[in-house]
């Protein structure tokens, strides 16, 4: 969990990061996520909140956070995640994000995918500058793209999901250690389990990636979330597999983002300056 003060402008104030409790289930999660917002919400070196911005996982409303696979939580309504007495604007965590890269990334224009991968993996979809939300808000699932059909079991009740083998809570799992960075770690070292694991992450994401650039043709794709911190570890086998998966075309150029792992959080700051807005 990233959160902090962010000024209208973009600029972080402040930046805190917590453990997300997921093994502890749903409601110790939702409790987590509360009880951080409210020690955030405490005035601090002369900062005061306005109003509460939160960019939350899986199927989101602007009222109801109503499924994550990653959490197991269903139909949990905005206030659950807060006490504080603030307004309130709940989000989508990576289209939120996406839309912190548009405002202040420098990718302003054009088809580009936005592709935060952490705990697990969706996509926010730019086409001609402006965010595609689809018929019901919900595109850019492409965690849950089949890249292995009758692979692994997902969270969301299919298998295969790209989010099954390439999220950073399934590198962490598969790898048998508590993080996606270490992991990646143990790659640098050459752990055998460890590269294997990192081979198929890199092998399903290329999958999913060219599915998504044979639809929708994008100039560019941006890699964000804690898993982009690897680099060129990630970001140059990818680049190869995917050119490789697209014989017949040139491959969308592959990007880190300029906001890493602040992303969220930042477009989470767009939110809560519009609840306060909207609250005059």
Known sequence: MKGGFVAQDGTVLHFERRVTPRAEGADRVIAAISAFVSELSRPRAGLRPLAVGLAVPGLVTPTHAVFSAAFGWRDVPASA???????????HDVRSAG????????????????????????????????????????AGQIGHIPVHPD?????????????????????????????????????????????????????????????????????????????????????????????????????????????????GMLGAGLLGWRAASTAG
């Open 81 to 91: 995640f807060t006490e504080v007495d603030l307004p309130v604007a709940l989000g």
């Open 99 to 138: 839309e912190a890269e548009l405002a202040y990334g420098g990718h302003s224009s054009g088809d580009v995918l936005f592709l935060p991968i952490g705990t697990g993996i969706a996509g926010a979809v730019v086409l001609s500058g402006s965010l595609y939300g689809g018929a019901g808000g919900w």
């Open 151 to 263: 692979g692994l079991p997902c969270g969301c009740g299919q298998r295969g999901c790209l989010a099954a083998y390439a999220s950073g809570g399934a590198l962490a799992a598969r790898c048998g250690v508590p993080s996606a960075s270490e992991a990646a770690r143990r790659v640098a070292e050459g752990d055998e389990r460890a590269v294997r694991v990192w081979d198929e992450a890199v092998g399903a994401l290329a999958a999913g990636l060219a599915t998504y650039t044979l639809l929708l043709d994008p100039a560019v794709i941006v890699i964000g979330g804690g898993v982009s911190q690897a680099g060129e570890a990630l970001l140059s086998p990818l680049r190869e597999r995917l050119s490789a998966r697209l014989s017949f075309r040139r491959p969308p150029e592959i990007l880190a983002s300029a906001l890493g792992a602040q992303a």
